[in-house]
């Protein structure tokens, strides 16, 4: 059976798992959620994710959620298809792991509050919190001066080649960079350097233009 990804185009983690899909050259069925009508919110969607959030995946008979979740699973059951995102090695692999985590635990917590009110709100026609900006913008600060140091030693979060670690932030760095918060990853150079890379990848232009 083919795979298939349930989603909203304009959703940062249904990306995340689109970005994966394209780096693996996998071909798989989109089927688009419609979540200004709840359909994510269904008894049949529910049966694919019972927090009620987009993506969800259909490979054969697993069925997964959290983009996450995701993208790991991809990136170990295609081994010999397309880029390969994760390393053998189990040293190598750990700290791929540490900056998986970092994305997930420091990065995402308010880059994607800052896209939120940045990007979402003003397509929403909904009013942006500049207080919540100031803040958030403080504490993306101080995740991207850690990224700066990392990113000096080595030209990818994880070592010395794209793997997961990097894939996962495109979808918020996508929105981040169409706002004034452009201007954190343009104050380090090592940081702006990561970020025009990865962005300028083919597979992740497919993910964002197919």
Same mark, same amino acid.
């Not at 996998?26 to 089927?31: A, I, Q, S, T």
């Not at 997964?64 to 991809?74: D, G, K, N």
């Not at 990392?150 to 994880?158: N, P, T, V």
């Given at each position: +059976?083919?795979?298939?990804?349930?989603?909203?185009?304009? !959703?940062?983690?249904?990306?995340?798992?689109?970005?994966?899909? #394209?780096?693996?050259?996998?071909?798989? $069925?989109?089927?688009?959620?419609? +979540? /200004?009508?709840? $359909? %994510?919110?269904?008894?049949?969607?529910?049966?694919?994710?019972?927090?009620?959030?987009?993506? #969800?995946? $259909?490979?054969?008979?697993?069925?997964?959620?959290?983009?996450?979740?995701?993208?790991?699973?991809?990136?170990?059951?295609?081994?010999?298809?397309?880029?390969?995102?994760?390393? %053998?090695?189990?040293?190598? +692999?750990?700290? &791929?792991?540490?900056?998986?985590? &970092?994305?997930?635990?420091?990065?995402?917590?308010?880059? !994607?509050?800052?896209?939120?009110?940045?990007?979402?709100?003003? +397509?929403? /026609?909904?009013?942006?919190?500049? #207080?919540?900006?100031?803040? %958030?913008?403080?504490?993306?600060?101080?995740?991207?001066?850690?990224?700066? !140091?990392?990113?000096?030693?080595?030209?990818?979060?994880?070592?010395?080649?794209?793997?997961?670690?990097?894939? %996962?932030?495109?979808?918020?760095?996508?929105?981040?960079?169409?706002?004034?918060?452009?201007?954190?990853?343009?104050?380090?150079?090592?940081?702006?350097?990561?970020?025009?890379?990865?962005?300028?990848?083919?597979?992740?232009?497919?993910?964002?233009?197919?």
């Amino acid at each position: +059976m083919a795979i298939k990804l349930y989603g909203a185009a304009a !959703s940062t983690a249904t990306l995340r798992a689109k970005a994966c899909l #394209a780096e693996k050259e996998l071909d798989y $069925e989109f089927v688009t959620v419609n +979540m /200004g009508n709840k $359909e %994510h919110k269904t008894p049949e969607f529910l049966t694919r994710n019972p927090f009620g959030q987009v993506p #969800a995946l $259909e490979d054969g008979d697993l069925k997964l959620f959290e983009s996450r979740a995701i993208t790991q699973y991809l990136a170990h059951a295609y081994p010999d298809n397309g880029t390969n995102l994760i390393i %053998h090695d189990p040293k190598k +692999m750990a700290i &791929v792991g540490v900056w998986i985590e &970092v994305e997930a635990q420091k990065f995402d917590q308010f880059g !994607s509050k800052l896209a939120w009110e940045l990007a979402y709100k003003p +397509m929403f /026609g909904l009013i942006t919190d500049e #207080a919540v900006v100031e803040e %958030h913008e403080k504490k993306l600060e101080q995740v991207l001066d850690v990224y700066e !140091s990392r990113l000096s030693e080595s030209k990818y979060l994880g070592g010395d080649c794209f793997t997961l670690a990097d894939l %996962h932030h495109l979808p918020v760095l996508k929105y981040l960079f169409g706002t004034k918060a452009k201007r954190l990853f343009d104050a380090r150079p090592h940081v702006s350097a990561w970020a025009a890379e990865i962005q300028s990848r083919p597979a992740w232009v497919k993910a964002t233009t197919a």
